[in-house]
């Protein structure tokens, strides 16, 4: 009976201790494979890995026929997979990282205070812009309108020509009139003001956008996944209004609709003196039809 208490003992101290840091810890491994999954899969990365999937498995069977040739130039091989990675996605990892960066991880977990103060867009603005939206659309007249929130777009203004002009529905349709000179490319609004036009946007690497989509909304697509900016897109094949956020295309069936999106992101942006635990992620899953 003494040995066998004996035994039971020394298996119970062999299970290592689990405390409260390994279970955090785990969940937050957990959480960046998650997302680090997720960024794959959105990207010519996922290709790329199930490649290296498929040479992982071939290189377990060939161990397992002990085809040492093989095995060794594998090996050898391997050596240089992570500079051969840094290299041929170099432009996804730059995108990554200027995700990570543009976002204050503190502020997303807790707000309290407004962080565009004066510059955030009134209804006045909203109202032009789902105007001329809708009025662009009738006519097909495509559009990109992308109004800047906390992180600044300054370097896509620079791809641009400067207008710092105040939004109106007439300046917005001039602006991508068809044979004037600044209807080619993308407006950024800033406030209520227009900062540039003309402006060249970062196309979209997303592998699941719908082939029926151009390069107006693969542009808006692109920008929404590097920066917290709302897109307006007017399709000039359609004439349908899309709504670019958080890497998803929304369709926007009616003016209503646009205007309460905006004026929801209006509202959250002037809101103060609120306490959010935990901001909502929006799902880049979500595709428009």
């Known amino acids: 009976m003494t040995d066998l208490l004996g035994r039971m003992y020394s298996w119970i101290a062999f299970i290592p201790k689990i405390t409260f840091t390994n279970i955090l810890e785990i969940l937050l491994i957990s959480f ?27 290189y377990l069977v060939a161990t397992i026929l002990h085809f040492n040739t093989i095995t060794w130039i594998i090996e050898h091989a391997g050596q240089l997979a992570l500079i051969a990675l840094l290299i041929i996605f170099q432009p996804e990892l730059r995108k990554a990282l200027e995700q990570l960066g543009s976002k204050n991880i503190i ?6 205070e407004d962080t565009r103060g004066p510059e955030g867009y009134t209804e006045k603005t909203v109202n032009e812009i789902v105007r001329a939206a809708y009025e662009m659309g009738k006519v097909k007249t495509g559009a990109l309108i992308v109004i800047e929130r906390e992180t600044p777009l300054q370097e896509i203004e620079r791809t641009g ?27 950024v609004i800033r406030g209520n ?22 390069t107006r909304h693969r542009a808006a697509l692109g920008i929404s996944e590097s920066s917290d900016s709302i897109t307006v897109v007017v399709s000039e094949e359609t004439g349908r209004v899309t709504l670019a956020q958080g890497g998803t295309l929304t369709r926007m069936n009616d003016p209503e609709l646009l205007r309460a ?9 002037a809101s103060t003196g609120r306490f959010k635990l935990w901001k909502g992620r929006l799902k880049n899953e979500g595709k428009t039809e």
Request: glycine share 6%; proline share 2%; charged share 20%.
């Open 32 to 58: 960046l494979i998650y997302e680090i999954l997720l960024w794959v899969q959105n990207t010519r990365a996922w290709s790329l890995l199930k490649g290296g999937l498929f040479i992982l498995g071939f």
């Open 261 to 269: 999106a905006l004026t929801v992101e209006k509202s959250e942006e």
């Open 161 to 187: 020509i400067e207008v710092d002009g105040l939004v109106t529905s007439q300046l917005l349709i001039n602006i991508f009139e068809h044979n004037t000179p600044l209807h080619d490319g993308a407006v």
């Open 193 to 214: 003001r227009i900062a540039a036009a003309t402006c060249y946007l970062p196309l979209s690497d997303n592998l699941n956008i719908s082939k029926d989509l151009g």
């Open 107 to 112: 502020a997303e977990i807790f707000t309290s």
